[in-house]
Structures are given as C-alpha cells and as structure tokens.
C-alpha cells in the first residue's frame, strides 16, 4: 500500500468549487491516532463537564466548536468520529477534494466529520445517517441550536435501506465501526452486533447500493484501519457495487508519520 492522491478525481465533480489551498490550512487535530485513547479520554472529560441545560436538564452536551458551530453530543455516543471531524478537512485537501453542493455522512453518529465539513465550507447542504436513531436525534439537535436546519437532514437508517430514493451526493465520507472497541454500544444484531461491522457485511451493504444515490462523478472516502482491514477486500466491493476504486491514502499524525489509519477512495 502506498500514500497517493490523483488529482484527476474531481475533474467533473458536479458544483466543485476549489478547496482551501492545503499549505493555508491548520488541522486542529484532537488525538494523534485513530483510537488516541489516553487523549480522546481527557478531551471526553473536558466536553461532559459543560453541559448544557437549555430549559432543564439535557442529556445532551457540548462536544466540539468547529469554526463557531456547535456540536452536542450524548456519552454513549463518543465514537472515533470526534477525531474524523478535525481531520477530515486536511484529508480532502490532501485528495484535492473541492467543495460540492451536497455532502453525506454514513454512520455519522452525531455528525463529527460532517459538521466538521460543513462549518469549513466543503459543502451547501448536509445529509446524515446512522443505524442508531438516538444518535441522529443528537445531530439534528445541533442543527436547531445553529439555524441550520434548512441545511441539514438525518435518517435513522440500517446503512442506506431508509434512505429516499431522491437523496443525491456528490462527496460521501464515512468513519463506520470496524472492530469491537465500544462493548457497551450496542446497535442491534447481525452485522451491527455489538458495534462492529462483521465480516465487513455492512461495507458490503453499502458499497452495493450507494451508486444509486451517486451523483455522477461523486466520491466516496471511508476512513479504515490499517491494523484490521485489506484495501483491495473493499476494492472488489467498491467494483462489485459499479464504483471504481481510485487510491488509497495514508493517514498522517502532526508528526507527518503514518497513524494506522487510511482513506479509501472511490468514483462513481
């Protein structure tokens, strides 16, 4: 495997606008590696410690400022994401990703990397899905308290099996659950059993029905985890579902030095 980007991948990207010029953008990383326990832990401590009680008590609290915007979360819903949301901006630029009309968050959680995308001005409008409808709550609750709601949409969704058939994107990013790192998560049976994507069926899932929601020339990046996963297993999904597997690009920490995690890049 090696780090790699194609400047070619977004020549005809529908709406591309050009991205913010990656030597001019400062990531505001929170954790140096995909599951940076030790600093995601004392980060989480800090966040729950100012919650937020607008008309009474809320489980909902303050998890993250992105460029002004407000991101509330819930404790049972801190996942790898709260990281993704910082890092996702550097990574497009890195793919030379532009801006697009309508971006769309898979196992968005509470929306980390979207709105992490959207505050930064990587896209007009945001759609979010997750299996869990508690966690989709959370996100939409963020978007009330920001204005947004005429820009933002969430679907409680079993990967894209609740999605309406007009739903169209041009960027897709995704973080989804990879092994069983969060056992008191509990997200249902099956391939969702217990958090984590059994043998990777719900990738399966995804790759095989996501083109139907493609704009044409839209791009998906998963973030994965070197430790666990084969690029090229996801590479015949992504051929199986009519998508065209583009690169894969290797995660960096502020050091510049490879952090376990890459990006899987596709075209459809």
Avoid at 11 to 16: A, D, F, K, V, Y
Avoid at 80 to 98: H, K, S, W
Avoid at 215 to 229: I, K
């Amino acid at each position: 495997m090696s780090q790699s980007h194609d400047a070619s991948i977004t020549q005809g990207l529908p709406h591309e606008i050009p991205a913010y010029r990656i030597d001019a953008y400062v990531p505001e990383r929170q954790v140096d590696e995909m599951y940076g326990v030790g600093d995601l832990a004392r980060l989480i401590g800090r966040k729950l410690r100012r919650r937020v009680r607008p008309g009474g008590a809320s489980p909902e609290v303050v998890a993250a400022n992105y460029a002004g915007l407000i991101v509330f979360d819930r404790r049972e819903q801190h996942w790898a994401g709260l990281a993704g949301g910082r890092d996702f901006p550097r990574v497009l630029n890195e793919l030379e990703i532009g801006r697009c009309r309508r971006l769309f968050e898979f196992c968005a959680g509470p929306g980390y990397i979207g709105y992490g995308l959207l505050a930064n001005g990587w896209c007009e409008s945001l759609a979010l899905s997750d299996i869990d409808a508690e966690s989709i709550a959370t996100a939409m609750r963020t978007a009330r308290y920001n204005g947004i709601e005429h820009r933002v949409t969430g679907y409680a969704s079993d990967v894209l099996d609740d999605i309406p058939e007009h739903e169209r994107w041009d960027v897709v990013v995704a973080n989804p659950p990879a092994f069983e790192s969060h056992p008191d998560k509990q997200l249902g049976e099956g391939e969702w059993d217990r958090g984590f994507d059994t043998n990777w069926n719900v990738r399966r899932r995804f790759y095989m029905s996501v083109k139907a929601h493609m704009n044409p020339g839209g791009v998906v990046v998963m973030a994965e985890n070197l430790r666990g996963s084969d690029p090229d297993v996801f590479a015949e999904m992504i051929r199986a579902g009519g998508g065209e597997p583009r690169a894969v690009h290797v995660g960096t920490d502020v050091q510049g030095r490879a952090n376990g995690v890459y990006f899987q890049l596709s075209v459809w």
